[in-house]
C-alpha cells in the first residue's frame, strides 16, 4: 500500500487531462512507480509525454485527475517545503543579488538573521560562488545562475528535490559540471531526486534508475536500473551499453 508511511514516495495510477481543443487530451494516463528515500529517479520521453505535467503534480502545484501521489504516507494536495522544484529557466529574482535570493525562501521559515548569513554563506562556499554574493543574476553566468537556483532550495533542507530540465541550457561542459556538483550535494545531503531530462546522458550519469515514458498518453513505457559505480565514467564500455539500451527505447 503506497499509503504506507514506509513507502517514501508513492504514484498511483495517476492520471491528467487538459481540456482540448473540443475533446480533453489526456496528458498521463496510469502512472505508477515508488522512489525510495535517498534515490535519484530521472525521467525521460519525447516531447510532450507529460514530464513536467507530471513533476508539477509530484510537487503539489497541479491536481491530477485521477490517482494519487503519497509522500511517507500523507497525500500530497500541495507544495510543501518537503518538496522543493528547480527549473529549467532561471527562475531567480533579478533586483535581488545572489546572496539574497539564496536567503529569500530561508528567510520565511526562520527569523534570526544571522542564522540566516551563516548558512547562505555556507551555501555560496558549497556552490564556490562566496566572491559573487552581491551579484545581481545579469552579472553571472547561466551556470552560476543555475548555481544559485540549487542552493535557494537546498538552504530549506527539503527532502525531495524535483529538477525539470534544470541544466538544459547551458553548454555541454557546464552542464557535466553541474551534473557532478549535484552528485557531489547529493553525497552530502542524500536527498531523494526526481530530474526531468531529455538527454539520455545525463540520466546515465546521475541515475539510480531511468523511468522512460511513452506519449499520448504520457505512460511508463519501461524502468532501467542504471547499475553502474559512482562516478561514472562517459568512455565506459557500460555507460554506452546503458545510453544505447535507453537510446533505442526513445526512439523506438
Ligand atoms: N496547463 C496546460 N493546459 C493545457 N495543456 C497543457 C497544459 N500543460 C501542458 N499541457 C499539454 O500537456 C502535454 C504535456 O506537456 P508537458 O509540458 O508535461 O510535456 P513534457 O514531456 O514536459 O514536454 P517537454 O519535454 O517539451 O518539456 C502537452 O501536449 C502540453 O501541450
Not at 534515490?39 to 502545484?61: D, H, N, P
Not at 548558512?119 to 544559485?148: A, C, H
Not at 538552504?155 to 553548454?171: Q, S, T, V, Y
Request: one cysteine or more; hydrophobic letters at 40%; aromatic letters at 8%.
Amino acid at each position: 500500500m503506497l499509503c504506507d508511511k514506509n513507502v517514501f514516495l508513492g504514484v498511483e495510477n495517476l492520471g491528467k487531462q487538459f481540456p482540448g481543443n473540443g475533446t480533453p487530451l489526456t496528458v498521463l494516463e496510469n502512472i505508477n512507480f515508488e522512489a525510495e528515500d535517498g534515490e535519484v529517479i530521472s525521467i525521460v520521453g519525447r516531447s510532450g509525454c507529460g514530464k513536467s505535467t507530471l513533476l508539477k503534480i509530484l510537487a503539489g502545484f497541479l491536481k491530477p485527475d485521477s490517482g494519487s501521489v503519497f509522500f511517507k504516507g500523507s497525500r500530497v494536495h500541495r507544495p510543501g517545503p518537503d518538496r522543493c522544484v528547480v527549473f529549467q529557466e532561471d527562475a531567480l529574482f533579478p533586483w535581488l543579488t545572489a546572496g539574497e535570493n539564496i536567503a529569500f525562501g530561508l528567510k520565511r521559515q526562520i527569523r534570526d538573521g544571522s542564522r540566516i548569513e551563516r548558512e547562505v554563506d555556507r551555501f555560496l562556499d558549497l556552490m564556490g560562488l562566496s566572491q559573487f554574493r552581491d551579484y545581481l543574476p545579469r552579472e553571472i553566468s547561466g551556470g552560476m545562475k543555475q548555481r544559485v537556483a540549487l542552493a535557494r532550495v537546498l538552504i530549506l533542507n527539503p527532502e525531495i528535490l524535483l529538477m525539470d530540465e534544470p541544466f538544459a541550457a547551458l553548454d555541454a561542459q557546464t552542464r557535466e559540471e553541474m551534473q557532478e556538483l549535484l552528485l557531489e550535494l547529493w553525497g552530502q545531503f542524500s536527498h531523494t531526486i526526481v530530474f526531468v531530462t531529455h538527454d539520455v546522458g545525463e540520466a546515465v550519469a546521475i541515475s539510480d534508475r531511468v523511468i522512460v515514458m511513452d506519449k499520448n498518453p504520457g505512460r511508463i513505457k519501461d524502468v532501467i536500473n542504471i547499475e553502474l559505480e559512482r562516478p561514472r565514467r562517459r568512455e565506459d564500455v557500460n555507460f554506452m551499453r546503458f545510453y544505447s539500451r535507453l537510446y533505442k527505447l526513445l526512439r523506438d
